[in-house]
């Protein structure tokens, strides 16, 4: 009976250590492939879902994916609230509701973006998650457009650019790209 709990812990054992290899080489290769892409982020992120653990690539990917829509959701919230916030003038708040449109606008791109991976075409899941990822740009940019404005939202644009880079980095793999 101990030889048969041996061998079963053993078998836990070897298999989460083999999805903590996955994510580890997953994202050793897609920051090697991206000088923008934090090998750390990759890690830190994939590892602190659960879903991950004893995941495979395809599996990682749906994660990331959801990870992303879930940030641009909290980066909704965020931008819903500086909203009202007095300390921004009208040029800022401006900037903010089209930022507003655009991440909300990425959550259905995403979603397409899950879609079209499940269905294994990974070309428009590619485009989606790369259209999904300019709103980080195109919010950053307009804050820009004005000489001394500040731009409040930059870690969390920091961090919605990372997660779809990594999605983007695994569906290229998986489609050999």
Excluded at 42 to 51: D, F, G, I, K, N
Excluded at 94 to 103: A, K
Aim: charged share 20%.
């Amino acid at each position: 009976m101990r030889w048969l709990f041996f061998i079963t812990f053993l078998m836990l054992f070897h298999s989460t250590m083999g999805s903590e290899d996955l994510i580890q080489l997953s994202c050793k290769k897609a920051a090697a492939g991206d000088p923008n892409l934090s090998f750390n982020f990759c890690v830190s992120s994939l590892e602190a879902s659960p879903r991950s653990h004893g995941a495979d690539l395809e599996q990682l990917v749906a994660i990331t994916l959801n990870l992303t829509i879930s940030n641009a959701t909290s980066i909704n919230s965020t931008i819903s609230r500086l909203l009202v916030d007095k300390r921004f003038d009208k040029y800022a708040k401006e900037c903010l509701q089209d930022c507003l449109e655009l991440y909300s606008d990425s959550v259905p791109t995403l979603q397409e973006a899950i879609g079209a991976f499940q269905a294994k075409d990974y070309d428009k899941a590619n485009i989606e998650v790369s259209s999904a990822m300019d709103a980080s740009t195109t919010c950053e940019d307009g804050f820009k457009e004005k000489r001394g404005e500040v731009y409040p939202l930059k870690k969390e644009n920091h961090n919605f650019c990372q997660l779809n880079a990594i999605s983007l980095a695994f569906i290229n793999t998986l489609s050999g790209t």
